[in-house]
Structure formats: structure tokens, C-alpha cells
């Protein structure tokens, strides 16, 4: 029996056999589609609409999916997102053109070529001491504007109670706004050499997104099911740090965070980080991570997708998995086909595995390699999942 796509998504994220493998796209930055990409594939659907992004951030770059392509694309997830106090884009609507964007936090993104935006701007790139984070002008997360319209959204996706929702407010997670505040290479320093002002500063960060938490999930209240958080902490390679600075200084913020979403909300914990951070998918569980996000493939151990299967598939739902650095934008339809049908064999089995895009689909993917994707979603991903 046909399920509704929230109906999809539960069985799936409760590891149990939907009637096909979920497809989350379009619902959030980390599962989003930039706009080059997406204007070529309004193009090729012959689909006419104005363009607006996500967070309402043109230099985020990231569109926000107009309905009936979303439908198309047969995504069973629908975003709620906050935005930036209304200040932030005043602001930002009047700065001189092709100048920085500045957010509410004093980090900012330069042009480094036109529709590309990069974080360039890191406002406490030379402190170093615990006074300094005291006296800095820290945004103010009670800001009404940032949730006004998070309620009633929300209620009117959960009325009409056919896809699941997943509450997408915009943290950059501790250990990310810490290189936007620093700068990468000063934090990471810092981290090593200046382990109290470091430890300080990721609190202070974690506080202020808790409290920016608090405040959309009470305005969502119990009408999401899928709250979407993360950090990065892998290269291609292996991890930014060792393993043993992640639980020192990391793993108890990020804890902490979780357990205050999961004192607020039944909703599952969606934790995005990039990268290859096999060695940590233990601790994710144990901190109380529901689903792990984006599963790069290209990037070391993540690759070997069995493994993963086999050690984690019960205690962790994979989402993601679809290469985005050689498949979709460089291969043909028919190798974007087939490598959706390879991930499905591997990771569908059992339930606990919603397909997506590693991280978001950038400006090269060809439109036709989109469609492929969700396509053979919808050839290979029926349950019982033939492999």
C-alpha cells in the first residue's frame, strides 16, 4: 500500500520498511539545491517562477524550491526555516553591490566570483582571551523576527499532514561559528595552544544557539518531526581533529545540545557534518544523533558504505550518500542511475536510509543528472528492496 510521504519518512527513520526509500531534497542548505543549478533545471521542466533562496540569503546561494518542483522531484520532506533579525538583510538590501554580506553575528561571506559567496569576514581573528569574548557584541537570539512566522508554517504542513517537516533553523554549530568568528587556522591554533579561551568560546557559541533553539522550538511546538543541526569535522582525508579533542572539547556541547532539543521535542536529531567522520559515528550515537548526514562517499572510510550498514544500521539512520563530487556532476544519467540503485542495495535493507545528495546539489550538477537521481529512486527504491 502507497504510503504519504510523512508517513515515508517515520517508517524510515524508525527503522522500519516504508513502501520505497524516502528522498530528502530541497528541505534545508545541507540537503538543498544551489540556484545556477536550479534556474537550469526550471529551465529543462519548463517551469517559470522568480527566483528566492532559502533564508531569504541570496549570497548563501542556495534556492528555495518552488512547490511543484518539489513535487516533481518526489521530495517527501518539507523545510522550516528561520530567518535573520530584520536588520540583517536592511542592512544588507542597502550595502554597496558586490561589498561583503555581514550577518548578525559580525561574520560575513566576500564575492569571489559572481553567484559565489565565501566566508572571508571573521570579526575575532586575533583574540585570544576570555575578556575578549566577554566584551564582543553578541547577537541578540530573542529577536522576535527570527521565528514570527515559524508557528504558523509550520501548523499549516502539519493540517495538511502529507509530508514530514523538518525544522531547519540556521546555526552554524558551535565549532563552525568558531571559524567564522576566527577564522579556520586561528581557531584550530587556538584549539591546541589556547585550550581555555578555544573552550570558552565554543560555549559562549553554544549558548546563544541554544537559545535561538529554544525559541523556534517552542514556536514549532510538536508539528515537526525532523530538527536538522550539525558540525563539520571531517576533510576528505580524515577528521580536522584527533579524535580525542573531539570528545574533550567538542562531544559534551554537542551533548548537551542535543539533550536540550530532545527536552523540548519528540522530533529526531538530524546532525549534518562533511567529510570522513567514521571514527565518530560511535559517539554520535551515544550523545543521541537519530540521523547522520551527508554520508560522503568520496571521502575516506565513508566510502565503504557496508561496513557502515553493518556496524551502525540499526542505531543510526544514513541520509545522504549520493556522490556530489564525481556522480552528479560529472557523470552521465545512466551512472547517476546506476550509483542510486548501488547506495539503495547497500543502505535501504531494514529501513533507516532516506536518499539525498551529499550536501548540496552545486552549481555544476547538469539538470538532467537531478532527475536521474530521484528518478531511479522511484525505479529501484520499492520495498523489498531487490539487490
Not at 504519504?4 to 527503522?15: D, F
Not at 542592512?91 to 566570483?113: A, L, M, T
Request: some cysteine; proline content about 7%.
Amino acid at each position: 500500500m502507497a504510503l504519504t510521504p510523512r508517513e515515508r519518512v517515520l517508517a524510515a527513520i524508525n527503522h522500519e520498511e516504508p513502501d520505497r526509500v524516502p528522498i530528502v531534497i530541497g528541505a534545508s542548505n545541507a540537503t538543498g539545491i544551489k540556484m545556477p543549478a536550479y534556474r537550469r533545471l526550471k529551465q529543462l521542466l519548463n517551469y517559470e517562477a522568480p527566483e528566492r533562496y532559502i533564508y531569504d540569503w541570496p549570497e548563501l546561494g542556495t534556492a528555495l524550491v518552488d512547490e511543484p518542483i518539489l513535487e516533481r522531484l518526489r521530495a517527501d520532506v518539507r523545510g522550516v526555516l528561520d530567518r535573520f533579525p530584520d536588520f540583517v538583510y536592511e542592512r544588507n538590501r542597502n550595502r554597496p553591490p558586490h561589498s561583503p554580506f555581514i550577518d548578525d553575528w559580525g561574520s560575513g561571506q566576500k564575492e569571489i566570483e559572481p553567484e559565489v559567496w565565501f566566508p572571508g569576514i571573521h570579526p575575532m581573528a586575533d583574540a585570544t582571551t576570555i575578556e575578549e569574548i566577554e566584551r564582543y557584541p553578541w547577537p541578540d537570539m530573542d529577536d522576535p523576527s527570527r521565528v514570527a512566522h515559524v508557528r504558523e508554517q509550520a501548523r499549516r504542513l502539519r493540517e495538511e499532514n502529507r509530508y514530514a517537516i523538518m525544522g531547519t533553523p540556521w546555526l552554524l554549530f558551535p565549532f563552525e561559528r568558531a571559524h567564522a568568528m576566527q577564522g579556520l587556522d586561528k581557531f584550530l591554533y587556538n584549539m591546541v595552544k589556547n585550550r581555555d579561551f578555544a573552550k570558552a568560546l565554543l560555549e559562549k557559541i553554544a549558548s546563544l544557539c541554544k537559545q535561538l533553539m529554544g525559541h523556534f522550538l517552542e514556536e514549532a511546538a510538536e508539528n515537526i518531526d525532523i530538527v536538522k543541526i550539525g558540525d563539520d569535522l571531517g576533510t576528505q582525508q580524515s577528521l580536522m581533529i584527533s579524535p580525542k579533542m573531539y570528545r574533550e572539547l567538542l562531544k559534551p556541547i554537542h551533548a548537551d545540545f542535543v539533550s536540550f532539543i530532545k527536552s523540548r521535542t519528540k522530533a529526531k536529531v538530524f546532525f549534518h557534518t562533511d567529510g570522513d567522520v567514521f571514527d565518530l559515528v560511535d559517539d554520535f550515537i551515544e550523545i543521541g544523533v537519530d540521523i547522520l548526514n551527508p554520508i560522503q562517499t568520496s571521502a575516506g572510510k565513508m566510502a565503504n558504505l557496508a561496513e557502515l550498514k553493518q556496524r551502525y544500521g540499526k542505531n543510526i539512520v544514513f541520509c545522504g550518500a549520493i556522490d556530489t563530487h564525481r556522480i552528479l556532476p560529472h557523470g552521465t544519467p545512466e551512472e547517476v542511475r546506476q550509483e542510486v540503485k548501488r547506495v539503495i542495495e547497500i543502505l535501504a535493507p531494514g529501513g533507516g536510509y532516506m536518499v539525498a545528495s551529499v550536501h548540496t546539489i552545486m552549481n555544476d550538477v547538469p539538470p538532467e543528472n537531478i532527475l536521474a537521481m530521484v528518478d531511479a529512486v522511484e525505479e529501484f527504491g520499492y520495498y523489498p528492496i531487490k539487490v
